[in-house]
């Protein structure tokens, strides 16, 4: 199975931390009344545990993972990214190296919102994966 097509309910039941009926509870609640990510929902039933989706979701992206609570934020830094924006896509900036912006998000960016962030920032974007509640605690405390 190619990671990067694989879908996340998929690699979870590969990886065997979800059985195929709990994927199927959470799929029926996502396209019901739950308009939220399929990992949340799975968190919020109880099935997973957040970093379990974290450890898919690095997998399914292929990109790396990045404990935010044990990096050493930059308010500027982080206040590259208004508030607002960084609250509503769970993204946090982490550090800036010339023109390059490193940030974190609990959901892969699209690539018009990635587009969107660079131009934002004037930076380019390199991204990383990492736990929503770290990523919400971050964003507390920077800004």
């Known amino acids: ?5 694989a879908l996340l309910g998929e690699i979870l039941i590969q ?3 979800l059985n195929r009926a709990q994927l199927e509870d959470a799929l029926k609640l996502q396209s ?3 308009n939220s990510f399929i990992g949340e929902i799975l968190v ?6 957040e970093q379990d989706i974290v450890t898919a ?6 990109q790396g993972y ?3 609570n044990k990096y050493a934020l930059d308010s500027a830094i982080v206040r590259l990214i208004p508030r607002e924006w960084a609250q509503k896509e769970k993204v946090i900036a982490l550090d800036r190296i ?3 912006l490193s940030v974190a998000m609990a959901h892969p960016l699209t ?3 990635k587009r969107f962030l660079g131009a934002l920032t004037k930076c380019a974007i390199a991204t990383f994966i990492a736990a929503k509640t770290q990523i919400e605690d971050a964003i507390m405390r920077h800004y």
């Open 32 to 34: 019901g009344k739950e």
């Open 1 to 5: 199975m190619d990671a990067y097509k």
């Open 98 to 100: 010339g023109n390059i």
């Open 111 to 113: 690539e018009d919102k």
């Open 44 to 49: 919020k039933l109880g099935y997973l545990e």
């Open 66 to 68: 990045i404990a935010v």
């Open 15 to 17: 990886r065997r931390c």
């Open 57 to 62: 979701l690095v997998i399914q992206q292929g």
